[in-house]
């Protein structure tokens, strides 16, 4: 085991007996577990010079000495960030890594290696106090606790540039795996240029769901970062109600281009929503919902919820209409009726005709309210003649009626 | 009411106010907006506010940290400033007032840029030695100015006539709550009302009733005079304006805000306006103390509750009144600043969790550190004759340590276009910066060498 405070205060010797001075050591960070160091650096003269690890004839420790074949084969070079592999000491060193075993960030106060068939692998990154004691005492304390050690397996190394993913950069990817709360979660304790980069990793569907999550101020830097493209992609997956909080704080240019970008039935739901004013239940609302003709048999609801399920946003209540046309409002039911009910029965005789329902311009508090104290998952949103507009969702309501201390978003039920 | 144009798959909005009870608040206009050939209002857009309210919400963590600088030390400088020289170093404000929003400029714009405080960038590009250096130093320094800050509350509550063993516990706990269970949406309100009661600075200047032809030939004219108690107040001077923690908790707290580089502006007119009001009040307490104590004669100030008590028999006792209502407020704002730089600088050293808007299970060591430096500050300054003026001396001369290093790391972070990109410092502004460096650099070893000879009775100026 080596820690890269030990190896840098190495002198590097090579077979003739030239002598130079450590500068750093370079990894491609791949989709494995322990990255293999395939680039040494050194500094002679006020040149840095590289050679490839397999020049690397032996590590000796009692001369702390890294031994190499000769140094006319190195390549003179600037030491500077590459895409295709990382500094350990430039980058990873004293950066923020993010810890997923433990779901936060830490600082990278050392860098354990290890050798194995004559390849140097990435092991761990040490976030202890002993850490900082090894680097500022000139080799002097040479101690290594278990403790601090952080596996590389669960460790994922953020450049602070979204656009270092599309150059081509390298990551574990092993954060993609995890929840989207908890990917939200991590995202505050990193600064914004790094959430981006990190939303920019992950799969559409799970970057929106992660985005969802956040506060409105956290979406807007990340979405301020990512490319046009990307950010078009991540409107047409979002929840309609989310994505009209976001772009109702764009620049109304910028707002226009992606509404006319996205495709025409998610921007109509979103246009829609941006038209209730702030302080109205319509602006909490979401109107992505599932809603049925009444004469529908069951069976024959089932076989068309399978299809709209795929892209609505709000599925635990099924919405009741007379017909899909003037969308009054009859009942509803919930997925248990729906699935507990015989398949020739017709949706109007096991709905539940009686519902309350809130008006879109109704004050925004007292309507969050009425969903809060109803224990309902959500509660319906009409217009005139009973029309069905949407529905508040009591996470929602939640977060129109609590206090703004709260830095994360709500999202239970959508 | 009613929405001219529909658009296909719309609801009409006059069908939901049709539903709507009588009492019901008119709509906002919204915004006419064309998207796909078809002209719709949105009423949820969050529009821009206009006017005053436009640039009361610019106002956030630039007013904040530079009236934070107005304390209880600043305000026993400038006023022994005006006292012993009457207007002679408001000229130092003016040129000071350049350099001070220059540099809180630069750290709004790093924090905005890059998203991370300044011991996050000095940790990443200057590695764990500088920043155990910066860390250590400002603890103690910070830990200081903060026992001084609470002397200040107790000072100026018993200038007002309440005991300080009641009003310095009261303002811990009311700041250490604020802190620990607000947001930092409402901990910045809260903030930005407490610079209010700087005003009464402006107003015991008016009342001191100056030879205003006077102040402004102060303040266009420099005055060079060699002798020492001058050189070492308008280092002094210096010193106070642009300290270290003013700077890390403008970047940190323009984070926390949640700037962004895409649509920086707004923090730097916060960080400018600032600056220059903070300035103002300064010269406001020299200004002050120089119609009054200087024209009297009564010039050995060395606290703010000094200048506080001389200005009675010269003025008046709503004098007094209105520097300690000064002084309350502004050792109750840096009361909290100071706790909560020095927690950004820790948490960002180490990479601990940090923020305002975290509760205490998230943000434990950020907390912690900001509770044990409030209870400690606050603590010490309940015990009778603590020796606060010497203690202030050796955080003056550990400050001035660090500011020039301070400086020069903002400058390179600042220039580094791999982290700034197009917010990088222009020419002009690596100008002003680069003199800031050079002029606090000169005025630094000047303190400290004076001090240094001071030790061996060798006096580096005429008396």
């Known amino acids: ?77 600037s030491l500077e960030p590459q895409k295709d592999y990382v500094l350990l000491k430039y980058e990873i060193l004293d950066a923020l890594l993010l810890d997923l075993q433990n779901r936060r960030a830490i600082r990278a106060n050392d860098l354990q290696l290890e050798e194995e068939d004559g390849l140097l692998l990435l092991k761990a990154a040490d976030a202890s106090i002993e850490a ?50 908890e990917i939200a979660r991590l995202c505050n304790f990193i600064p914004y240029l790094h959430a981006a980069e990190l939303i920019t990793l992950l799969p559409d569907a799970k970057a929106v769901k992660t985005l969802e999550i956040m506060t409105i101020r956290r979406q807007l830097q990340i979405f301020e970062e990512l490319e046009e493209e990307q950010v078009v992609r991540l409107l047409a997956l979002m929840a309609p109600d ?51 003709p009444a004469e529908l048999t069951v069976v024959k609801a089932r076989r068309q919820l399978r299809e709209r399920f795929q892209n609505t946003d709000f599925v635990y209540f099924i919405y009741i209409v007379d017909d899909e046309e003037n969308r009054s409002l009859s009942g509803m039911i919930s997925l248990r009726d729906l699935f507990a009910s015989r398949d020739e029965q017709t949706l109007e005789e096991i709905m539940d005709p009686y519902i309350s329902t809130l008006s879109a311009l109704e004050e925004v508090e007292k309507g969050a ?46 | 009411m009613k929405d001219e144009t529909n658009v296909e798959g719309l609801e009409d909005i006059s069908s939901v ?55 209880a030390g600043g305000i026993a400088t400038y006023s022994s400033a005006g006292a012993q020289f009457g207007y002679d170093l408001i000229w130092v404000m003016v040129i000071l007032t350049i350099s001070f929003a220059v540099v809180q400029e630069m750290c709004a714009r790093l924090g905005a840029a890059t998203g991370r405080g300044m011991l996050d960038l000095i940790r990443e590009r200057f590695g764990i030695g500088w920043t155990l250096f910066v860390v250590g130093v400002v603890i103690v320094a910070n830990g200081g100015v903060t026992l001084s800050e609470f002397v200040g509350i107790g000072a100026a509550s018993e200038l007002l006539g309440v005991s300080r063993y009641i009003s310095v516990p009261i303002g811990a706990a009311v700041l250490w709550y604020l802190v620990i269970y607000g947001s930092y949406a409402k901990v910045e309100k809260i903030f930005l009302l407490m610079t209010f009661v700087f005003f009464a600075y402006p107003i015991a200047a008016f009342m001191g009733g100056p ?56 923090e730097r007119l916060d960080a400018y306006f600032g600056s220059i009001f903070s300035n103002l009040m300064s010269i406001s307490m020299i200004i002050a103390t120089g119609a009054t104590l200087y024209v009297v004669g009564n010039r050995n100030i060395e606290t703010a509750e000094d200048a506080a008590r001389a200005l009675e028999p010269v003025v008046g006792a709503s004098a007094t009144m209105l520097f300690a209502i000064g002084l309350l407020g502004a050792s109750l704002l840096a009361g909290a600043v100071l706790p909560l730089a020095t927690s950004y600088a820790v948490s960002e050293a180490f990479g601990i969790p940090k923020g305002v808007n975290l509760d205490f299970r998230r943000g434990k060591a950020f907390f912690t550190i ?53 917010l990088k410092n222009s020419r002009l502004y690596n100008f002003l910066g680069w003199g800031t460096f050079i002029m606090i650099t000169v005025a630094v070893i000047v303190m400290l060498g004076g001090q240094l000879l001071e030790l061996f009775g060798i006096e580096l100026f005429g008396g």
């Open chain 2, 211 to 266: 030879d205003w032809g006077e102040v402004a030939k102060g303040a266009f004219v420099p005055t060079i005079r060699m002798d020492s108690a001058y050189i070492f107040l308008l280092v002094g001077i210096l010193g106070t304006t642009i300290t270290p923690y003013i700077q890390i908790f403008q970047q940190s707290s323009t984070v926390e805000r949640g700037a962004a580089r895409r649509h920086y502006g707004p």
């Open chain 2, 17 to 71: 106010t049709a539903q709507l009870p009588a009492s019901q608040r008119r709509l906002p206009i919204g915004l006419r907006v064309n998207i796909r050939g078809r002209s719709i209002r949105l009423r949820g857009l969050k529009r821009q506010p206009k006017g005053m309210w436009r640039w009361l919400l610019i106002l956030g963590p630039g007013l904040v940290a530079t009236s934070a600088g107005n304390d």
């Open chain 2, 370 to 422: 900001f509770t044990a430096l409030i209870v400690l500050g606050a603590g010490i300054a309940l015990v009778p004759n603590v020796p606060i003026f010497p203690l202030l001396v050796g955080i003056q001369v550990l400050n001035g340590v660090l500011l020039p290093i301070i400086l020069v790391f903002i400058l390179l972070l600042v220039n580094d276009r791999n982290l700034m990109g197009d």
């Open chain 1, 369 to 414: 309210y009425r969903v809060v104290e109803s224990q309902l998952a959500a509660m319906p949103v009409t217009g005139k003649g009973k029309k069905l507009l949407g529905a508040v969702t009591i996470d929602a309501a939640i977060m129109a009626v609590a206090p703004e201390d709260k830095s994360e978003n709500l999202r239970i039920f959508s």
């Open chain 1, 1 to 77: 085991m080596l820690m890269l405070s030990e190896l840098e205060r190495f002198e590097i010797a090579d077979e003739n007996g030239a002598r130079a001075r450590f500068a750093d050591l370079a990894a491609p960070l791949l989709d494995t577990d322990y990255p293999i160091v395939n680039n040494l650096f050194f500094r002679v003269d006020k040149k840095t010079l590289r050679l490839p690890w397999e020049a690397v004839r032996a590590i000796d420790r009692e001369k702390r000495q890294i031994l190499v074949s000769n140094f006319d084969q190195a390549e003179e070079v």
């Open chain 1, 242 to 292: 989310t994505a009209a909080d976001l772009l109702g704080l764009l620049q109304t240019e910028m707002m226009k281009n992606y509404l006319e970008k996205i495709p025409q039935k998610k921007s109509r739901r979103i246009i829609e929503l941006l038209r209730y004013p702030e302080e109205t239940v319509g602006a909490i609302m979401t109107n992505d919902i599932a809603y049925l």
């Open chain 1, 132 to 181: 900082i004691l090894r680097r500022i005492s000139f080799g002097f304390y040479r101690r290594v606790g278990e403790g601090g050690l952080f596996d590389w397996k669960y460790v994922e190394f953020l450049r602070g540039d979204p656009k270092a993913v599309h150059n081509g950069a390298g990551y574990h990817l092993r954060i993609t795996r995890m929840p989207p709360g």
